[in-house]
């Protein structure tokens, strides 16, 4: 089968590779039916050592169950699945607490020499406690908004949820990525009552918009913390969710987050260090976030994409085959395209 491979910045390759099979008997494989390239694969792309072995490439995808090992009692084959972008086993102290990314048994797509998410199948530990069964057909037109619950619209409500967003009060989101986009939504599903998007590409702050931003600051740095300041009276708000990863962006998080606030930040961190001295200590500022607990929300979010009421999948605007996903890489690269679907 064919499978994405990283061998260093900028070098995507497409690759003929063995075909997963069961490993253990808790294991299931996937027909891989849809997939997408996440931003955090991006870091890779632009910045990786050059690699002898290729890495293999995708954590997001939705696919029909194709083989299950003999402990697997939840699903069964022609099951259509969405899986989180880790694997967890669902009943250990941390994931019955909800916090599958701290799981005992986690698991990791590609890890061990086989093929991510951006391949023709895919090889699933945990089986029971990583899939959701997706209660629609594999053609519907919900099915690229109910791919973002393997990773991007979590992690967007992740943000929201560390964050504190409090109904009927101000959310700042810093960031027009898809998970920026995604936060906007998740701030408005909480009820902000006004939410502040900071991001400059203005297709993608058209989006958050539409989403349910009320503002959009398109200035960086010092100067869009001045905005924000301006907007909000001087004060701040008092959720802030960082969605991009950066030291800048940490830095406007802590210039335009309210005293009490909270910052959740889910951006993957390009930074070793907070700048957090004595002025945000005497602020009682509250910085949280992490890597999302995407299985813990897939339940939650869900009935809102059947119903409608939230339509995440529009921040998908280029579809590429397996074969073009090198072309996916380099158009999100270049900021041409917000997010890409790939279509095995």
């Given amino acids: 089968m064919k499978a994405t491979f990283l061998y260093g910045p900028g070098d995507i390759r497409i690759e003929d590779t063995l075909r997963p099979s069961i490993q253990s008997a808790t294991d299931a494989v996937v027909k891989v039916t849809l997939a997408c390239i996440c931003g955090s694969d991006l870091w890779d792309y632009n910045e990786s050592e050059e690699l002898e072995v290729g890495r293999p490439r995708g954590h997001e995808f939705v696919g029909v169950v194709e083989a ?65 069964t997706l209660p629609v057909e594999v053609d519907s037109p919900l099915v690229p908004s109910l791919l973002t619950l393997s990773d991007v619209m979590c992690t967007g409500h992740h943000a929201a949820v560390t964050a504190r967003v409090q109904a009927g009060e101000t959310a700042v989101v810093i960031g027009d990525g898809a998970v920026g986009l995604c936060a906007v939504i998740a701030a408005k599903r909480m009820g902000a009552s006004r939410i502040i998007l900071m991001g400059r590409h203005e297709g993608r702050t058209a989006l958050g918009r539409e989403f349910g931003a009320t503002d959009v600051v398109s200035e960086r740095d010092e100067e869009g913390i001045r905005k924000v300041l301006e907007l909000t009276n001087g004060d701040g708000a008092p959720s802030v969710l960082e ?20 910052i959740g930040r889910v951006g993957a961190a ?13 602020r009682n500022i509250t910085i949280s976030g992490g890597v999302a607990p995407a299985r813990a929300y897939i339940e939650e979010l869900m009935p809102d994409i059947l119903s409608g009421k939230i339509n995440p999948g529009k921040v998908f605007d280029l579809t590429v085959g397996l074969d073009e996903v090198p072309a996916g890489y380099e158009a999100m690269s270049k900021r041409t395209a917000l997010k890409v679907l790939v279509k095995p």
């Fill in 270 to 282: 390009q930074y070793e260090t907070i700048p957090f001295g004595f002025g945000p200590l005497m």
């Fill in 68 to 132: 299950v090992g003999v402990d697997v009692k939840k699903f069964k084959v022609g099951d259509f699945v969405v899986a989180p972008f880790v694997s967890s086993c669902g009943v250990c102290d941390f994931c019955l607490k909800g916090q599958h990314t701290s799981c005992r048994k986690i698991g990791f797509f590609g890890h061990g020499g086989g093929a991510g998410g951006q391949s023709e199948a895919v090889l699933v530990t945990n089986a029971d406690g990583t899939l959701v």
């Fill in 243 to 262: 969605c991009v990863g950066t030291a800048s962006a940490m830095e406007m998080a802590l210039g335009v987050v309210r005293d009490y606030g909270t």
